[in-house]
């Protein structure tokens, strides 16, 4: 049979296991996109994106120098167009 020591060595070591696994499986996302990431997200082209912008769709970061988008915004704008 097993001691309790034993056993919960061997599940320390799985448990280390496992999260390293999930945390090669899961990186981090990001949150701030830009123009082409965007319309890759949306399904747009990256000039429908600058419509959008344009038109004050949803508001534009500086990132770098960049424009950049949040994702949140992003959500809140499809939610919004819901019919």
């Known amino acids: 049979m097993f001691d309790e ?11 280390e296991m496992v999260a390293k696994r999930l945390k090669e499986m899961s990186p981090v996302s990001k949150r701030l996109y ?34 950049a988008i949040d994702v949140r915004d ?3 704008w499809i939610d919004s167009n819901k019919e």
């Not at 020591?5 to 448990?15: P, T």
């Open 34 to 67: 830009s123009y082409d990431e965007v319309a890759a997200y949306i399904g747009r082209t990256p000039q429908a994106v600058r419509h959008l912008v344009m038109k004050k769709a949803f508001p534009v970061h500086k990132y770098d120098d960049k424009p």
């Open 5 to 15: 020591e034993s056993v919960n060595g061997w599940l320390d070591r799985l448990a």
């Open 74 to 76: 992003l959500d809140a």
